[in-house]
């Protein structure tokens, strides 16, 4: 254990800081068990804490190690009668100081309670709201954005399933994103999406509003939801394309009804009926998973008086102004004017806004 300093928010800091890195070793050492080895569902949520407990720990010795250096500078200044050597030992004395200012805001941060759900995959769906054919031309943009974000990260998608518009875009289209904490990222994009513009429709070039609405879902696994085999109805039947005419004479596409909720997921994007199968299974996993993780939303939404990430998925979140070029986040009131780079999926700058006045929202929950 280290000596605490004569600083009591210190030794505070230090001592929370300590007792994570002993729960750390503890879960290195558990997880070197045979037992728990042979255990796997038990071994993958030791090996995510595991790892989410890594920055902390690693601040934790970068803390340490400053605050040993500051005691040794401040030794120098009271003992030492060489004015280079005293000199230098203020020097260090502000330096050590300031990066302990950073390094405490970036700790309090790191020690912010993160979503459990944060780390997961996840399911995006866009579908088109009011406005017609434009709203799913909107919706179809929206997509293409995701897409383009999702190849910045290096994350994987896969369409689930998919209704075209009319005259282009999407009436709906729903896609599992897989990747290193993609839900914790695109969970702020939930809600409903605002363009104001000319549709490629209007023949008067008058500028008309319509919406899209998106939802983020963890993707949930079998770990986290168990469904019993009795309690769904699998039908299956003919793939149908536009117009509802049949696309394949063989019975592929899935229907899903999980009989106590009344969820029904239907698939028909793989010619394979396993392929449909597994996708609809994972769905309806996430869609009974989803009735639990809302009860959770709406529980922090009650507590925060502005809340980011937000359990409201009709609330407006963001509007797409073509004329002006300009996106303006309504949760935080961030505006910027570079809407074609935004729609190309240069999307990071607003999720980074957003997740700092969310990680401030918590720091205020903390400190109170």
């Not at 729903?174 to 990747?179: A, L, S």
């Amino acid at each position: 254990m280290p000596v605490c300093p004569p600083s009591g928010r210190d030794c505070v800091m230090l001592d929370k800081l300590e007792a994570l890195n002993q729960r750390f070793l503890a879960i290195e050492q558990e997880m070197n068990q045979p037992e728990v080895m042979a255990d796997m569902k038990r071994y993958i949520k030791l090996n995510k804490d595991y790892k989410e407990l890594q920055p902390i720990v690693a601040a934790y010795k970068q803390y340490k190690n400053l605050i040993d250096n500051i005691a040794n500078a401040k030794e120098v200044l009271a003992h030492e009668k060489d004015e280079e050597f005293r000199e230098m030992a203020k020097e260090e004395l502000n330096t050590f100081s300031e990066e302990k200012d950073r390094l405490e805001e970036e700790i309090r941060i790191l020690l912010i309670p993160a979503d459990p759900q944060d780390s997961k995959n996840a399911i995006l769906e866009i579908r088109a709201g009011t406005g017609g054919d434009e709203a799913a031309i909107f919706a179809g943009d929206l997509y293409r954005m995701y897409v383009r974000y999702c190849e910045k990260r290096g994350w994987k998608m896969e369409t689930v399933d998919f209704t075209e518009g009319t005259a282009g875009g999407y009436k709906e289209i729903v896609v599992n994103v897989t990747g290193d904490g993609v839900y914790g990222i695109l969970k702020y994009e939930s809600g409903v999406h605002r363009v104001q513009r000319v549709p490629e429709t209007e023949t008067q070039g008058r500028v008309h509003t319509s919406a899209a609405s998106v939802v983020v879902l963890p993707e949930a696994d079998e770990f986290d939801v168990e469904i019993k085999a009795n309690d769904i109805r699998k039908d299956t039947y003919c793939s149908s394309g536009p117009g509802g005419q049949s696309v394949n004479t063989t019975y592929s596409a899935v229907r899903l009804t999980h009989i106590p909720t009344g969820i029904v997921v239907a698939i028909q994007d793989e010619k394979s009926q396993i392929k449909n199968y597994e996708k609809a299974l994972k769905v309806l996993r996430t869609r009974i998973y989803e009735i639990e993780y809302q009860k959770y939303l709406d529980e922090i939404s009650s507590k925060r008086k502005t809340m980011v990430s937000t359990g409201d998925r009709s609330a407006k979140i963001r509007t797409y102004n073509y004329p002006q070029s300009r996106v303006t986040d309504h949760r935080i009131n961030f505006t910027i004017y570079s809407l074609g780079n935004f729609m190309d999926g240069d999307i990071q700058e607003v999720l980074d806004a957003l997740q700092l006045a969310e990680n401030a929202e918590k720091l205020k929950e903390n400190v109170g």
